[in-house]
């Protein structure tokens, strides 16, 4: 088995759809459905049920994902371990304002164990770019929050946070257990320059045009509330919390905050590959990737 093929069943796998699959790996479906009934000869056994109603995995398809996961992390350490020794092992990673969150904590603990001859580099990014200068060829992969534009990029989702309206302390709303957006109607919000990425952009404006002060970074956005009464939104998460004079009410009327990994589509890096596996558990607390 190739190692290449096994990285299109953990996609097949994982996704539980060949379409979105063969998406992910930037291919069309029909190579990729003959990839995976070529690993079915190979192996002797039907890794997938086929129906209308979808694609699950069997049996044998479950303890294959079980190990193939295993062999494809082994197999991109060890690549990332050549690199090291070879001292060419150095990964730049942008991170949109969230570098106290207990997840990103996590995470670097857990990669200078894995990998302590990797060279890190952090670019701390402001809210005006949410893929942190990936694009621009700054950062091999981005730590952020969704939604964006993801045209030509791959996003892993991390976590997802409930979020809620940032308000002073003495506000009239402050005392509510939870808000909805019409609840805020009328009032001055918080706001991002003009070019910023209007999906990005969309989603903490609440979905309408706004009018307020501009800013650029998160205590910003915090002092704009403090100073001038305005209004906005924050996630409500540890590591989040504002400071004694704000208060955040939950928005029971909003999606989550998406924290994603990012980078650009079709890079194959193993370093990205391994940052990307290492953060997916951090995230979630895998007691496993914990200092």
């Not at 759809?17 to 690993?39: E, N, Y």
């Not at 050549?82 to 990964?91: E, P, Q, W």
């Not at 928005?251 to 997916?280: C, E, H, Q, Y």
Request: one cysteine or more; charged letters at 25%; proline letters at 7%.
């Amino acid at each position: 088995m190739e190692l290449r093929t096994l990285r299109y069943f953990v996609a097949v796998a994982e996704e539980l759809h060949f379409g979105r699959a063969a998406a992910r790996l930037h291919m069309s479906q029909p190579p990729l459905s003959r990839a995976i009934k070529q690993l079915e000869t190979d192996v002797g056994a039907v890794l997938f049920h086929r129906s209308a109603a979808g694609v699950s995995l069997t049996p044998v398809g479950a303890t294959l994902l079980e190990e193939a996961r295993t062999l494809l992390d082994q197999a991109d350490q060890v690549r990332v371990r050549v690199a090291a020794a070879a001292g060419a092992a150095t990964i730049t990673v942008g991170i949109l304002g969230d570098s106290t969150d207990p997840g990103a904590t996590r995470l670097a603990a857990a990669y200078r164990r894995q990998h302590p001859g990797v060279e890190v580099r952090v670019r701390d990014t402001d809210l005006t770019d949410p893929t942190c200068g990936l694009r621009a060829g700054l950062v091999d992969v981005a730590l952020t929050r969704g939604p964006f534009d993801e045209t030509g990029l791959t996003v892993r989702e991390l976590r997802a946070d409930p979020v809620g309206a940032v308000l002073r302390a003495d506000d009239p709303l402050a005392g509510r257990d939870r808000l909805k957006l019409a609840d805020m109607a009328g009032r001055r919000w918080f706001r991002f320059p003009a070019g910023t990425d209007p999906i990005w952009q969309s989603y903490w404006s609440g979905g309408e045009p706004r009018e307020g002060p501009v800013v650029r970074a998160v205590q910003e956005c915090l002092q704009a509330v403090l100073w001038n009464g305005t209004v906005g939104m924050a996630p409500l998460a540890l590591g989040h919390e504002p400071p004694e004079e704000l208060t955040v009410v939950p928005l029971i009327d909003m999606a989550p905050s998406r924290v994603v990994a990012a980078w650009k589509a079709g890079d194959t890096n193993p370093l990205i590959r391994s940052f990307v596996r290492i953060a997916t558990a951090a995230y979630r607390g895998d007691p496993s990737e914990r200092p």
